[in-house]
């Protein structure tokens, strides 16, 4: 898989999170729900102050590698957190080096296969937040673009 690697600055989100594991695929249906419970009970529209339109799918607070426990967030980036309501959490992800890949197409299906593909290549990942942008340039969820970022070690 093509990469380039990038350097972000922190950014501030805003969303749900679940802790979930890779471990029998349970990681499936936990994101699963926590994307169907932020879409469709209206947590996107009461988060305040986005930056922009985009989605971020947020994994952090790995405990070890990809095999063990970390935290999912379906989130936002927001230029303040003041008006945060109780329900959500807020996350910062680090400024840092990171692994940025493109990818085109299902939302679930592209993703599912790109996590498959990575989990199997040796970049030198830090573990700390990896996360999904999705572009939303596509009306269609089978056709869209996500810019995916892996935080890589110093």
């Known amino acids: 898989m093509k990469y380039e690697i990038v350097t972000l600055n922190q950014k501030t989100v805003v969303g749900i999170i679940k802790q979930t594991t890779n471990e029998g695929g349970q990681c499936v249906k936990d994101i699963g729900e926590i994307w169907q419970n932020f879409i469709t009970t209206g ?3 009461k988060i305040v102050e986005k930056v922009n339109h985009k989605v971020i799918g947020l994994y952090t607070d790995y405990q070890g590698d990809f095999t063990k426990p970390y935290d999912f967030i379906a989130c936002c980036e927001v230029m303040d957190d003041r008006m945060l309501d109780s329900f959500l959490t807020k996350k910062i992800i680090p400024k840092g080096k990171y692994a940025k ?3 085109n197409g299902d939302v679930e ?3 599912g296969q790109f996590w498959t ?12 937040c990896d996360f999904e942008e999705y572009q939303n340039n596509s009306q269609h969820m089978k056709n869209q673009e996500i810019h995916i970022y892996i935080s890589l070690k110093e």
């Open 117 to 128: 593909k990575l989990w199997q290549m040796d970049l030198d990942r830090a573990y700390t």
């Open 109 to 111: 299906k592209a993703v």
């Open 43 to 45: 947590i996107y529209e």
């Open 101 to 103: 890949f493109i990818i």
